[in-house]
């Protein structure tokens, strides 16, 4: 039998999977039925030097500062917090002592080899790889742990590996489709500015209005130099826009107005990609819609085809 899709699955038993501490105990027969069929962890503690990191973890940046704070917290109060794992799968890279898999908890884990800590209570799951992703990134995205160019990374990935759509992914996360579709757009800066975003220097605000821009590099590096305000930045992108239309071969067209823009913001927020839309005297017009590589385009198409297939 075919899988169901699995926003389909985990729009059902997301939480359980995922073990909130604090969820109080389920009441609604309905809930409670749906708890007991989800996959049953297991508490435990056991040798740190048995577990390792999880390759798929999309959270990549880990500072020495903040590894460093955790760390101190650690020796001082221990690991409160379990280490989410799943049975290590085998690994020519790997020994036998090896049990476990990370799947959320790699920082605690950093921390607690810093602080000298030899036993980690952990929170056992058997979940398949497709499942350990998810959790990953959910888990991830749930805690904030993520910067904004990991996070878009992370929505990325399921979008392409479980065919997930942005308000399906959106309502399984928590998150609006209109702040899944933003955070996607942070994709199309160019790397040197995605590494801005990354490190701090510059705001998720700061990045989504250099996205319209010719030359973001430029911009951002004027950001940072000058410590620019996201409204200011705002502003420059707009009078951008209306010097480009203005100065434009066709004679009689004027800037756009502030109705164009925030449909073409709207658009740019539903397809993830940037849009422009220009108007002729005659009325007529043109929606323009502007993707890096085969694969958003593949993705566009999805995204406009989407609707009319279902009906």
């Not at 917290?73 to 690991?79: L, N, P, Q, R």
């Not at 904030?144 to 878009?152: N, Q, S």
């Not at 100065?247 to 067209?253: I, L, N, P, R, V």
């Amino acid at each position: 039998m075919a899988d169901e899709p699995s926003k389909q699955r985990l729009g059902r038993g997301l939480a359980a999977l995922i073990g909130e501490m604090d969820k109080p105990i389920a009441t609604d027969a309905a809930e409670a039925q749906e708890t007991s069929e989800a996959k049953i962890a297991t508490d435990r503690v056991v040798p740190i030097e048995s577990i390792r990191a999880n390759p798929n973890n999309p959270r990549r940046n880990f500072t020495e500062e903040d590894l460093e704070e955790l760390s101190r917290s650690i020796a001082e109060h221990g690991v409160i917090q379990p280490i989410l794992v799943r049975s290590a799968r085998p690994s020519q890279d790997s020994n036998n002592a090896i049990d476990y898999e990370i799947i959320a908890g790699e920082r605690r884990w950093r921390a607690a080899q810093r602080a000298g800590i030899h036993n980690v209570p952990i929170l056992l799951r058997e979940v398949d790889d497709r499942q350990a992703l998810e959790l990953a990134i959910i888990e991830n995205v749930q805690r904030a742990d993520l910067d904004p160019v990991e996070e878009a990374l992370g929505y990325r990935q399921l979008m392409d590996e479980h065919d997930y759509i942005q308000a399906d992914l959106g309502k399984v996360i928590g998150k609006s489709r209109s702040h899944v579709a933003n955070t996607l757009r942070l994709l199309n800066l160019p790397t040197s500015v995605q590494s801005m975003l990354s490190a701090g220097t510059l705001s998720a605000g700061h990045a989504r209005a250099l996205i319209p821009m010719d030359s973001p590099e430029a911009l951002a590096n004027r950001i940072v130099e000058e410590g620019l305000s996201v409204r200011q930045v705002e502003q420059l992108a707009a009078q951008k826009a209306h010097s480009s239309i203005s100065g434009g071969a066709e004679s009689g067209k004027s800037a756009k107005d502030a109705d164009t823009m925030a449909l073409e913001n709207r658009l740019a927020d539903a397809l993830g990609l940037k849009v422009s839309i220009s108007h002729k005297s005659s009325g007529k017009g043109r929606v323009t819609i502007d993707y890096k590589n085969l694969d958003q385009l593949d993705a566009l198409s999805d995204k406009l085809t989407f609707k009319r297939e279902r009906l």
